[in-house]
Protein backbone atom coordinates (compact mmCIF):
# COMPACT_ATOMS: atom_id res chain seq x y z
CA UNK A 1 0.00 0.00 0.00
CA UNK A 2 1.53 3.50 -0.67
CA UNK A 3 2.15 5.84 1.70
CA UNK A 4 -0.24 8.45 0.60
CA UNK A 5 -3.01 7.94 -2.20
CA UNK A 6 -4.57 10.74 -3.52
CA UNK A 7 -6.86 10.60 -6.67
CA UNK A 8 -5.12 12.17 -9.53
CA UNK A 9 -8.49 13.24 -10.87
CA UNK A 10 -9.13 15.37 -13.02
CA UNK A 11 -11.89 17.33 -11.89
CA UNK A 12 -13.75 19.30 -14.38
CA UNK A 13 -16.16 22.24 -12.76
CA UNK A 14 -18.03 24.30 -13.74
CA UNK A 15 -17.18 28.28 -11.83
CA UNK A 16 -19.01 28.60 -8.96
CA UNK A 17 -19.46 25.09 -8.00
CA UNK A 18 -17.61 23.11 -4.85
CA UNK A 19 -15.19 20.92 -5.28
CA UNK A 20 -13.85 18.47 -2.58
CA UNK A 21 -10.63 16.24 -2.74
CA UNK A 22 -9.18 13.72 -0.44
CA UNK A 23 -6.02 12.48 0.35
CA UNK A 24 -5.71 9.26 2.23
CA UNK A 25 -2.63 7.94 4.11
CA UNK A 26 -1.50 5.15 5.67
CA UNK A 27 0.75 5.82 8.77
CA UNK A 28 -1.53 6.30 11.87
CA UNK A 29 0.82 8.10 13.51
CA UNK A 30 1.93 10.95 11.20
CA UNK A 31 2.28 14.70 12.56
CA UNK A 32 1.69 17.00 9.99
CA UNK A 33 -0.43 17.35 6.96
CA UNK A 34 -0.29 20.13 3.66
CA UNK A 35 -2.32 21.42 0.76
CA UNK A 36 0.12 22.47 -2.04
CA UNK A 37 -1.26 23.86 -5.57
CA UNK A 38 0.85 23.36 -8.21
CA UNK A 39 0.27 25.57 -11.56
CA UNK A 40 1.22 23.91 -14.81
CA UNK A 41 5.20 24.52 -15.10
CA UNK A 42 5.74 25.77 -11.47
CA UNK A 43 7.11 24.54 -8.76
CA UNK A 44 4.39 23.41 -5.97
CA UNK A 45 3.54 25.79 -3.51
CA UNK A 46 1.87 25.80 0.24
CA UNK A 47 -2.05 26.09 0.44
CA UNK A 48 -2.48 25.37 3.86
CA UNK A 49 -1.51 23.27 6.82
CA UNK A 50 -3.95 21.14 8.06
CA UNK A 51 -5.05 21.00 11.80
CA UNK A 52 -7.01 18.37 13.58
CA UNK A 53 -9.81 21.02 14.09
CA UNK A 54 -9.80 21.50 10.35
CA UNK A 55 -9.13 24.98 9.40
CA UNK A 56 -10.39 27.57 6.91
CA UNK A 57 -8.50 29.92 4.49
CA UNK A 58 -11.39 31.99 2.62
CA UNK A 59 -13.12 29.25 0.26
CA UNK A 60 -10.68 26.94 1.11
CA UNK A 61 -11.70 24.80 3.87
CA UNK A 62 -9.28 21.80 5.02
CA UNK A 63 -9.97 18.97 7.40
CA UNK A 64 -8.11 15.91 9.17
CA UNK A 65 -10.47 12.56 9.50
CA UNK A 66 -7.37 10.39 12.07
CA UNK A 67 -9.78 7.89 12.55
CA UNK A 68 -10.37 6.96 8.66
CA UNK A 69 -6.53 8.17 8.13
CA UNK A 70 -7.41 10.86 5.31
CA UNK A 71 -6.91 14.64 5.08
CA UNK A 72 -9.74 16.56 2.52
CA UNK A 73 -9.77 19.93 0.76
CA UNK A 74 -12.67 21.81 -0.24
CA UNK A 75 -13.31 24.61 -2.32
CA UNK A 76 -16.40 26.31 -2.61
CA UNK A 77 -17.16 29.23 -5.52
CA UNK A 78 -14.96 28.13 -7.54
CA UNK A 79 -12.88 30.70 -9.90
CA UNK A 80 -10.94 29.86 -13.21
CA UNK A 81 -7.89 30.79 -11.37
CA UNK A 82 -8.44 27.59 -8.89
CA UNK A 83 -7.50 25.33 -11.63
CA UNK A 84 -3.95 24.00 -11.04
CA UNK A 85 -3.07 20.19 -9.54
CA UNK A 86 -3.52 20.11 -5.75
CA UNK A 87 -0.80 17.93 -4.23
CA UNK A 88 -1.02 16.56 -0.50
CA UNK A 89 2.09 16.26 1.60
CA UNK A 90 2.34 14.22 4.84
CA UNK A 91 4.69 14.33 6.98
CA UNK A 92 4.76 11.12 9.26
CA UNK A 93 6.65 11.93 12.23
CA UNK A 94 9.17 14.89 13.35
CA UNK A 95 11.79 14.08 11.02
CA UNK A 96 13.04 14.94 7.33
CA UNK A 97 10.71 12.13 5.47
CA UNK A 98 7.65 13.57 3.57
CA UNK A 99 5.08 11.52 1.77
CA UNK A 100 4.03 13.24 -1.52
CA UNK A 101 0.24 12.11 -3.24
CA UNK A 102 0.19 12.00 -6.98
CA UNK A 103 -1.65 15.36 -7.01
CA UNK A 104 -5.14 16.26 -8.11
CA UNK A 105 -6.17 18.00 -11.43
CA UNK A 106 -8.84 20.54 -11.48
CA UNK A 107 -9.86 22.22 -13.83
CA UNK A 108 -12.52 25.28 -13.69
CA UNK A 109 -14.40 25.76 -16.55
CA UNK A 110 -15.76 28.98 -17.40
CA UNK B 1 8.20 36.62 0.08
CA UNK B 2 10.09 33.50 -1.17
CA UNK B 3 11.68 31.05 1.07
CA UNK B 4 14.08 28.86 -0.85
CA UNK B 5 15.33 30.11 -4.27
CA UNK B 6 16.91 28.06 -6.96
CA UNK B 7 18.48 28.68 -10.10
CA UNK B 8 19.18 28.81 -12.63
CA UNK B 9 14.99 28.84 -13.85
CA UNK B 10 15.92 27.50 -17.30
CA UNK B 11 18.93 26.24 -19.01
CA UNK B 12 19.76 24.44 -21.81
CA UNK B 13 23.16 21.84 -22.45
CA UNK B 14 24.10 19.90 -25.04
CA UNK B 15 24.64 16.32 -24.46
CA UNK B 16 27.90 15.25 -22.86
CA UNK B 17 28.06 18.21 -20.89
CA UNK B 18 27.21 19.54 -16.75
CA UNK B 19 24.92 21.48 -15.24
CA UNK B 20 25.11 22.98 -12.23
CA UNK B 21 21.95 24.09 -10.24
CA UNK B 22 21.85 25.76 -6.96
CA UNK B 23 19.31 26.30 -4.29
CA UNK B 24 19.62 28.67 -1.54
CA UNK B 25 17.54 29.18 1.54
CA UNK B 26 16.92 32.47 2.28
CA UNK B 27 17.36 34.16 5.88
CA UNK B 28 17.16 30.64 7.16
CA UNK B 29 19.77 27.25 7.83
CA UNK B 30 19.00 24.89 6.09
CA UNK B 31 20.84 21.45 7.09
CA UNK B 32 18.81 19.25 5.22
CA UNK B 33 17.62 20.27 1.52
CA UNK B 34 15.54 17.64 -0.96
CA UNK B 35 16.07 17.63 -4.91
CA UNK B 36 13.19 16.21 -6.99
CA UNK B 37 12.65 15.89 -10.42
CA UNK B 38 9.20 16.15 -12.11
CA UNK B 39 9.06 14.82 -16.14
CA UNK B 40 5.52 16.60 -17.50
CA UNK B 41 2.73 15.86 -16.19
CA UNK B 42 3.84 13.27 -13.36
CA UNK B 43 4.36 13.31 -9.91
CA UNK B 44 7.66 14.52 -7.99
CA UNK B 45 10.19 12.46 -7.36
CA UNK B 46 13.00 12.75 -4.62
CA UNK B 47 15.59 12.16 -6.24
CA UNK B 48 18.10 12.63 -3.01
CA UNK B 49 18.70 14.09 0.46
CA UNK B 50 21.21 16.68 0.74
CA UNK B 51 22.92 17.11 4.17
CA UNK B 52 24.83 19.95 5.24
CA UNK B 53 28.44 18.79 5.87
CA UNK B 54 28.06 15.04 4.59
CA UNK B 55 27.09 13.03 1.81
CA UNK B 56 23.61 13.14 0.27
CA UNK B 57 21.61 10.31 0.70
CA UNK B 58 20.23 9.29 -2.69
CA UNK B 59 16.93 7.10 -3.68
CA UNK B 60 16.59 3.87 -5.10
CA UNK B 61 17.40 4.24 -8.38
CA UNK B 62 19.37 7.88 -8.74
CA UNK B 63 22.88 7.66 -10.14
CA UNK B 64 25.22 9.05 -6.91
CA UNK B 65 27.28 9.82 -9.64
CA UNK B 66 25.76 11.12 -12.34
CA UNK B 67 23.43 13.27 -10.05
CA UNK B 68 26.05 15.14 -7.57
CA UNK B 69 25.04 16.70 -4.65
CA UNK B 70 26.92 19.18 -2.47
CA UNK B 71 25.40 21.11 0.32
CA UNK B 72 28.93 22.85 1.58
CA UNK B 73 27.05 25.37 3.64
CA UNK B 74 23.87 26.19 6.15
CA UNK B 75 22.23 27.88 3.12
CA UNK B 76 23.30 25.94 0.06
CA UNK B 77 22.73 23.03 -1.90
CA UNK B 78 23.34 22.67 -5.47
CA UNK B 79 22.67 19.43 -8.09
CA UNK B 80 25.38 19.10 -11.03
CA UNK B 81 24.14 16.84 -14.03
CA UNK B 82 27.06 15.29 -15.15
CA UNK B 83 27.24 14.11 -18.39
CA UNK B 84 24.23 15.11 -19.56
CA UNK B 85 21.49 13.07 -21.84
CA UNK B 86 18.04 13.97 -23.19
CA UNK B 87 16.90 11.73 -21.17
CA UNK B 88 17.63 13.97 -18.63
CA UNK B 89 15.67 16.45 -19.60
CA UNK B 90 13.09 17.32 -16.70
CA UNK B 91 12.02 19.81 -14.16
CA UNK B 92 14.48 19.73 -11.26
CA UNK B 93 13.20 21.32 -8.01
CA UNK B 94 14.69 21.40 -4.66
CA UNK B 95 12.79 22.08 -1.25
CA UNK B 96 13.83 22.71 2.74
CA UNK B 97 12.19 22.50 5.74
CA UNK B 98 11.15 25.37 8.18
CA UNK B 99 9.11 26.02 11.25
CA UNK B 100 7.66 23.79 13.85
CA UNK B 101 5.32 21.79 11.82
CA UNK B 102 7.93 21.00 9.25
CA UNK B 103 6.77 22.52 6.67
CA UNK B 104 8.33 21.96 3.32
CA UNK B 105 9.35 24.81 1.01
CA UNK B 106 10.00 24.80 -2.87
CA UNK B 107 12.75 26.22 -5.10
CA UNK B 108 11.08 27.58 -8.02
CA UNK B 109 12.33 25.03 -10.18
CA UNK B 110 14.91 24.45 -12.97
CA UNK B 111 13.79 23.80 -16.63
CA UNK B 112 16.75 21.72 -17.77
CA UNK B 113 16.83 21.14 -21.68
CA UNK B 114 19.75 18.80 -23.11
CA UNK B 115 19.87 19.21 -26.81
Known amino acids: RKEVEQDPGPFNVPEGATVAFNCTYS??????FFWYRQDCRKEPKLLMSVYSSGNEDGRFTAQLNRASQYISLLIRDSKLSDSATYLC???????????FGTGTSLTVIP | GAVVSQHPSRVICKSGTSVKIECRSL??????MFWYRQFPKQSLMLMAT?????????EQGVEKDKFLINHASLTLSTLTVTSAHPEDSSFYIC???????????FGEGSWLTVV
Open chain 2, 27 to 32: DFQATT
Open chain 1, 27 to 32: NSASQS
Open chain 2, 50 to 58: SNEGSKATY
Open chain 2, 95 to 105: SAVLGQRNTIY
Open chain 1, 89 to 99: VVNPNTGNQFY
